[in-house]
């Protein structure tokens, strides 16, 4: 070690490069902006999807098909999975509390029971929404299906 390689501990040396503090900063002029044009300018911000003037990917793609912005989305929840909940804990009541709790839907999910699978148990089930063959499998067994 001699006094060409003195040089202070990593990490203890941590100064940013000041911009457009004068031509002796090596960092003035331009301020490493370039010459001319937009980004060169104050305020400039560029549009998202901007591609120099060409036409953006988002216009020159086709359009096609529909999004119905009313259209709600219901959580699918399988009647063997009910089974499963109601054999594991021995349920008698299951709503949409229950089935957050054991991780199956999130609060804000709505739920719609699906008639996949069987039920063997009577069992009070609440929910926003039933197929067909889900209500009467579990009205079958003598159990209730609730439409909250």
Do not use: C, W
Request: glycine letters at 14%; zero cysteines.
């Amino acid at each position: 070690m001699d006094l060409s390689n003195l040089q202070p501990a990593e990490g203890s040396v941590h100064r940013e490069k000041r911009i457009g503090r004068g031509q002796g900063s090596g960092r003035g002029g331009t301020s490493t902006r370039g010459h001319k044009g937009a980004k060169s300018r104050s305020g400039y911000s560029k549009k998202i999807g901007f591609e120099g003037g060409q036409m953006p990917l988002q216009r020159r793609v086709p359009k096609y098909g529909f999004k119905n912005i009313n259209r709600v989305e219901y959580k699918g929840i399988n009647l063997d999975v009910i089974q499963a909940l109601v054999e594991k804990f021995n349920l008698d009541t299951i709503d949409k509390n229950v089935l957050v709790e054991h991780g199956l839907v999130s609060k804000k999910d709505k739920v719609k029971i699906l008639g996949r699978g069987a039920i063997n148990a009577k069992v009070t089930l609440k929910a926003d929404k039933f197929s067909a063959s889900a209500k009467s499998a579990i009205e079958a067994q003598g159990g209730e299906a609730i439409v909250e």
